[in-house]
């Protein structure tokens, strides 16, 4: 599970997927095999006097190249899990998950055709990612992330 907030799409950034069940307002479930697809008004790529080409996101095992960034002002996307009870910060799987999948062990681990993420044709910027292993295997145990 982890929080969904319903007016996030007015501060430029809103979970597009996936959506709260049916009757839930203030959370979703994630599965391991779930994409989490955060989506970014354009508006973040202008800050004050400020335009940037793009999103950089760290290029993690499902990011399928790293380009070049020469010539490029970008902005670095950097996604925290923290669990709910613990408030411990998880950036690797736990040792059981990371015996399942072997090297892809970056926690989230971010699935894209590039590290740099630039506008689509409807202005959005969408990021994905799967959040590879289960709050309840961190010990102690964790249940929600945040
Ligand atoms: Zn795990």
């Known amino acids: 599970m982890i929080p969904y907030e319903p007016h996030s799409a007015e501060r430029e950034i809103e979970l597009a997927s996936p959506r709260p069940a049916k009757g839930e307002t203030t959370r979703v479930v994630v599965r391991r095999d779930t994409l989490v697809i955060l989506s970014f008004n354009k508006q973040i ?22 380009e070049c960034e020469s010539g490029k002002k970008l902005l670095h996307l950097q996604v925290r899990v923290l669990g709910a009870t613990t408030q411990a910060p998880y950036d690797t799987l736990c040792r059981i998950c990371k015996a399942r999948v072997g090297d892809k062990d970056a926690f989230p681990d971010f699935r894209a055709k590039s590290n740099i993420l630039v506008p689509q044709k409807n202005g959005r910027l969408l990021a994905a990612f799967t959040l590879a292993c289960c709050s309840k295997h961190r010990q102690p145990e964790d249940l929600e992330y945040w």
């Open 45 to 66: 790529l202008s800050r004050g006097k400020d335009t940037y080409n793009g999103l950089k996101i760290p290029k993690t095992s499902s990011v399928n190249k790293e």
